[in-house]
């Protein structure tokens, strides 16, 4: 594996060193027998130190929370305290006072009913002010916070964007799903996720509220200016609220849409959850194989095939750029979008992948047994000097494992 390390290592700081690079990135995989098949870092944690980036470098998820309260959800589905597709109102009552946003700016209540499927496929017509002028044209006019302020009302006073279950939105359904979760646990979310999946996974390094000695290893916030070159930034108010508390319990919002920290190897030992039906690394299992093949299964295929065939456009530039569609289709499973045929990387098609908005990215490849990640901390999300030597990156782990260029798999 060496020939492979020092590919990617390479991959890494040729992307760093070029112009308008970012300061640092790291990049890792794991195969389905908990292997750590590569784990490299290149660059600096910041702008503002010397401090060189590490392979235990802690960063804010954002979005790949999201995976985490996926697990959390499907295990209460599995004890029976959650249903998948029934209405959730019953469950959690504040959900069904959430109103729908008409065309002209006027709030109803939606006439369909909500439930935790929706919730975890983006399709309950939830949605994000950075990719929906409509929320975001509500935002401003209604003047409250937004939804990195932090706060439950910056989450969850947003509106519908449709009737739930008739089409698709990327948006803050999961901090919903999150609120159910903690709800019918009865126990903060923070709580659930490191009692119910980290405690038992063995894994110590993904929390809500870092400790002291996490914020000392902390990757720095940074922005890419309008010319391109790479600004040191602050952390968003949600973020700093976490650096700021000891407790999870003194959080204005515990947000499960966003409001995670790891480092790659324990993100890694998280996705390899997923590669082995259900099972940790240290043999401890968190999910059912059933449960884990449900989260794979393309669950749009059916009543909405194509929906996410458009390129995602940003309303928000500095928050994240235009989000192409995969040309070669792409599909939802529970929390994560599907890739419906092979990539030039190797990955196979059926393979899950996601993001964090400051530019991290995972994959997990049931099929060949491979996840993958790739972590930074600048916004806006989807930037080309991430995205590219992740690929690059993924496409050297399938090749050093087959001896094949992946785009002939």
């Keep these: 594996m060496a020939g492979m390390d020092a590919r990617i290592r390479k991959t890494l700081e040729d992307s760093i060193a070029q112009p308008n690079g970012l300061p640092g990135l790291v990049f890792g995989a794991i195969d389905r027998n908990g292997r ?26 954002f979005s790949i ?15 029976g305290k959650i249903p998948l597709d029934d209405p959730l109102e019953d469950f959690f009552p504040p959900i069904k006072e959430v109103k729908l946003l008409e065309p002209n700016g006027t709030l109803r209540l939606p006439r369909n009913k909500i439930t935790m499927r929706m919730l975890l496929t983006h399709t309950a017509g939830f949605g994000y002010t950075h990719y929906s002028e409509a929320l975001y044209d509500f935002w401003k006019a209604r003047g409250g916070p937004e ?43 923070a709580d659930y996720c490191e009692t119910n999946i980290l405690r038992p996974l063995g894994i110590r390094d993904i929390t809500f509220t870092p400790t002291e ?32 508390t000891g407790s999870a319990s003194s959080l204005p919002f515990i947000s499960g849409g966003s409001g995670g920290f790891a480092t790659a190897p324990a993100l890694l030992g998280v996705l390899a959850v997923l590669l082995r039906g259900g099972m940790g690394v240290n043999g401890e299992r ?75 990215y995972y994959s997990i490849d ?43 798999l």
């Design 65 to 79: 929370t999201k995976l985490l309260v996926a697990i959390a959800a499907l295990q209460l589905v599995e004890q």
């Design 286 to 360: 968190v999910l059912k194989e059933e449960s884990v093949h449900e989260m794979v299964r393309d669950q749009l295929a059916e009543t909405m095939p194509g929906v996410l065939d458009a390129t995602r456009k940003s309303v928000r530039p500095a928050v994240t750029n235009d989000v192409p569609a995969d040309p070669s289709g792409s599909g939802w499973g529970l929390s994560f979008q599907l890739n419906l045929k092979q990539l030039h990387t190797g990955r196979s098609a059926g393979s899950a992948m996601w993001g964090g908005l400051a530019n991290l």
């Design 366 to 408: 049931p099929t060949k047994g491979i996840a993958t990640v790739m972590m930074a901390q600048c916004l806006p999300f989807f930037d080309p000097h991430v995205v590219q030597p992740w690929l690059k990156a993924e496409k050297a782990v399938y090749e050093s494992l087959t001896g094949t260029p992946a785009a002939r």
């Design 213 to 244: 000695e996490q914020r000392a290893r902390l990757a720095g916030a940074h922005r890419r200016g309008r010319k391109g070159p790479v600004e040191a930034s602050q952390h968003p108010p949600f973020i700093q609220n976490a650096l700021k």
């Design 36 to 61: 750590v098949l590569v784990l490299e870092a290149a660059g600096k944690r910041s702008l503002k130190s010397a401090d060189p980036m590490t392979v235990d470098t802690v960063f804010p998820l």
């Design 147 to 189: 939804e990195a302020a932090g706060t439950r009302a910056g989450m969850l006073d947003l509106p519908l964007t449709f009737e739930p279950g008739t089409s698709w939105a990327y948006g803050v359904g999961m901090d919903w799903a999150g609120e159910v979760v903690a709800h019918v646990a009865g126990t903060d979310l």
